[in-house]
């Protein structure tokens, strides 16, 4: 079965303390992006990969990282957490081309206390 | 500034009836979009798509309509049913293959 995996589904943690969202895709996609959605802002492109070994930042970087060593993976860093990183987070994949649909994990609920 | 906007946060309709959402946009170079869907707890789906080259595309119950000199397009749902509830999302796909979401609108299909 086609899918993007994300995990954790949910975590809390506190201010400060490293964490890491995994996301992985089985298509063989060559674009990789992860979003965050909050109340009223809809979803907004955190980061973005074009190919292993490429990426790029989106329109709300701050705060995070990424690395694509491999194709099918592509991890959500967060250095340091912020209650302002307090959303949830979605991976998607897509095949190279702009016009082709992408495809979304089911989301990772974050809470920074 | 908002590229891709959907002014309705939300929407409730009956079921069997015909549910409409819009969405604008401020680039008149934009040539295509995109509409997903989204129930609670799940993540975005595709749901139909549109190219600048046509003004209507149908799948089934779900009908997206194009307005170019309005910079306007909208999604049709008919007939209307409860499991349609969900927010529904239009994209742009732009450079970089970076999709430009709205704000979505919560469609509300009550029995």
């Known amino acids: 079965e086609a899918q993007v995996t994300q995990n954790p589904r949910y975590l809390i943690t506190v201010t400060g303390k490293k964490l890491t969202v995994t996301c992985s895709q089985n298509?063989?996609?060559?674009?990789m992006s992860w979003y965050r959605q909050d109340p009223g802002l809809g979803l907004r492109q955190i980061y973005y990969?074009?190919?292993?070994?490429?990426?790029d930042k989106g329109d709300v970087p701050e705060g995070y990282k990424v690395s694509r060593k491999e194709k099918r993976n592509f991890p959500l860093i967060l250095e340091s957490p912020s209650p302002n990183q307090t959303s949830l987070y979605f991976c998607?994949?897509?095949?190279?081309?702009?016009?082709?649909?992408?495809?979304f994990g089911q989301g990772t609920r974050l809470t920074v206390v | 500034d908002q590229q891709v906007k959907q002014n309705s946060p939300s929407l409730s309709v009956q079921e069997g009836r015909i549910s409409i959402l819009n969405c604008d946009y401020t680039?008149?170079?934009?040539?295509?979009f995109l509409w997903y869907k989204k129930y609670p707890a799940e993540g975005p789906t595709f749901l139909i798509s549109?190219?600048?080259?046509?003004d209507k595309n149908e799948d089934g119950r779900f009908t997206v309509f194009l307005n170019k000199s309005a910079k306007h397009l909208s999604l049709h749902i008919v007939p209307s049913q409860p499991g349609d509830s969900a927010v529904y999302f239009c994209?742009?796909?732009?450079?970089?293959?970076?999709?430009?979401f709205g704000k979505g609108t919560l469609l509300t299909v009550n029995p």
């Open positions: 990969s074009m190919n292993v070994e490429v990426t």
């Open positions: 298509m063989n996609h060559e674009y």
């Open positions: 994209a742009h796909p732009g450079s970089n293959y970076k999709l430009t």
């Open positions: 549109i190219s600048s080259i046509k």
């Open positions: 680039n008149s170079m934009f040539d295509y």
């Open positions: 998607a994949s897509s095949l190279r081309g702009r016009i082709t649909e992408a495809f």
